[in-house]
């Protein structure tokens, strides 16, 4: 999906045949439909101002008959960029030797994706902390201390947040 009048950048890997070398990829891009945008000769495809769909072609000039399609969807306005979050209300918790806190968060999808269990990973920072099930449940050490917990999203793992637990 793009913007109307907004890019791509489309790549096609190929093989080569054995011990021939090309001075550049022996690809031709084209859009299929008239009027449904433009592309260079490095595979940069430019919408048109039209919403609607469009398909981008590259197709071997070494071997003509092998023949790769794209479907782009041209929207009006502003092409909308998902920003992942995690939000875990409890920042720090206190609880007593041995007991259970029960963690939970919150987070955004992906349009169009949709997952059997939320993508939280739920772990323990120190050894010896206690233990953490999939399910954001906390059982703290017999030993008093302060320990953290981090919930972490499996489908974008650098999104990260580590709360603190005071066992006494």
Do not use: C
């Amino acid at each position: 999906m793009v913007a109307a009048g907004g890019k791509l950048s489309f790549a096609a890997v190929i093989n080569y045949p054995p011990n021939i070398n090309y001075l550049r990829q022996p690809v031709t891009w084209t859009v299929q439909e008239a009027n449904g945008g433009s592309i260079t000769s490095n595979g940069e495809y430019t919408a048109p101002d039209k919403p609607g769909v469009y398909h981008v072609q590259v197709q071997r000039e070494d071997f003509p008959v092998l023949i790769a399609l794209a479907t782009v969807k041209v929207e009006s306005g502003a092409a909308t960029v998902f920003t992942p979050y995690l939000h875990v209300e409890t920042k720090s918790v206190t609880v007593k030797a041995g007991s259970q806190y029960f963690f939970s968060a919150s987070i955004n999808y992906p349009p169009d994706i949709f997952f059997i269990r939320q993508p939280v990973s739920w772990s323990l920072v120190e050894v010896n902390a206690g233990s953490m099930d999939i399910l954001g449940r906390y059982t703290a050490p017999d030993k008093a201390g302060v320990y953290h917990v981090k919930a972490q999203r499996d489908d974008f793992p650098e999104i990260f947040q580590i709360m603190e637990v005071i066992v006494n």
